[in-house]
């Protein structure tokens, strides 16, 4: 699919193309095996290619990439690693995939201010691995090695945010391209400002419809002097996740609370050849002092056990954490590895805390009603969870009781006053529960951002807010 070259798109595409190949020659790339990585993510959505794709080097390679494309009316994809999950880089009509991956450098670290400054296409354990020379770390962690500008451009969050905030908590500032090729700054480093409106947290998680981030700045942490990982099993899914809220709600300083049902646990243990008891699980994290550690460890273990909580463990040993926590973020892979030729179709939903365990509850039997197989995989800390489902996705009909079953999901979760994802995002696969999540009034306010940031709709187009 194209858009209409009256209203979107060169009359001449294929010279403008040759004028992108002279102004950044060496930086771009027309190959099949280049195109085809570039049009699509890790969702199931369909893959659309780009034209082109341009490895940027520079705010400015950017800058000047956004001017010839509107010159040409020529649609723009920013696009990181391709690890987004609802179809955030397909090129729908085709143009430029704006590659950011050579923009990794750190630019810039305050251990004084606990902040610093990353281009855009820097990945998450490359600057994991950076800060710890100074002691610091960046806890933002939804799994995947993305980069940071894609983190940013769909408000990720993961595992930690129960603790230290998500993408929006977390970035204090941004570079960012104008679809004119106009250069901002949305903000300063101070952690806070009453400065006008908030520039910041509109181009945060945008997923790049209003223009391209090129540069972060961050807020960091001290890296803890202890940490321990825990793990405890329940007979059934309420409970558990009873267990966790009443843990959030008398304030224990946990860092991490995971939910792997019974079947996830399963596919893990087959995949990652762990030897985890095959029940519903609770994986937990406690950072700080040694003497907080073992308090909170404590002091978690025994509600724990008061909601039917067994075989509670603890550990501080690096070794143990690192393969646990490996084994939880290849869950994803695990999963999909038990049917051979599957992929999955992974939906994500948030609710207040107090409905969670409600939510979870009714969701796996409506999976067990179905007939599908989707383990349930949560950050139950801050109420939202995973349904990672394996599917055949030319199977039609197959294919019709998952799209299904998510309506229904996603359903649920909106009458619970929750959100139709916690952390993925809208991109493609969610644009017409956004609609119902907010009311027209609001899309609409969106739309008419969008068409006064980038009014010729070369953003990123057919994402967010595209009409339905």
Known sequence: MRLDSTKHGSINREGALKEIE???????????????????????????????????????????????????????????????????????????????????????????????????GILRKQLAKELVSHGLFFPVDPGADATIGGMTATGAS???????????????????????????????RARKTSAGYDLTHLFLGSEGTLGVITEVTLRLFGIPEATAAATVQFNDLHSAVSAVIAIIQLGVGVARVELLDKAAVKSVNAYSKTALPEQNMLLLEFHGSKEVVDHEAKLAGTILADHGGTGFTFSTDQAERTVLWQARHDAAWA???????????VTDVCVPISRLADCITQTHTDIEASGIFGPIIGHVGDGNFHVIVVVMPDDVEEMHSV?????????????????????????????????????????DLMRAIKQAVDPMGLMNPGKVVAKV
């Not at 082109?52 to 920013?78: G, K, M, N, Y």
């Not at 999963?335 to 179709?345: E, L, P, S, V």
């Not at 006053?417 to 027209?440: D, F, M, N």
């Open 22 to 120: 002279k102004r950044f020659k060496g930086k771009t790339s027309r190959g099949s095996d280049i195109l085809a990585q570039h049009s699509h993510d890790e969702s199931f959505h369909l893959p659309s290619q780009p034209d082109i794709v341009v490895f940027a080097e520079s705010t400015d390679d950017v800058s000047e990439c956004l001017v010839i494309c509107t010159r040409h009316q020529l649609p723009v994809i920013p696009f990181g690693v391709g690890t987004s999950l609802e179809g955030h880089v397909n090129a729908l009509h085709g143009g430029v995939s704006l590659d950011m991956s050579r923009m990794n450098r750190l630019l810039r670290i305050s251990s004084d201010d606990l902040d610093c400054t990353v281009q855009a």
């Open 158 to 188: 993961g595992t930690t945010t129960v603790k230290y905030g998500a993408m929006r908590e977390l970035v204090l500032s941004m570079k960012v391209v104008l679809p004119n090729g106009t250069v901002i700054e949305t903000g300063r």
């Open 335 to 345: 999963i999909r590895a038990q049917r051979a030729g599957a992929q999955i179709f």
């Open 403 to 443: 799209e299904s079953f998510n309506e229904r999901l996603i359903t649920r979760a909106l009458e619970m006053g929750g959100t139709c994802t916690g952390e993925h995002g809208i991109g493609v696969g969610k644009i017409p529960y956004l609609l119902r999540e907010l009311g027209p009034d609001a899309v």
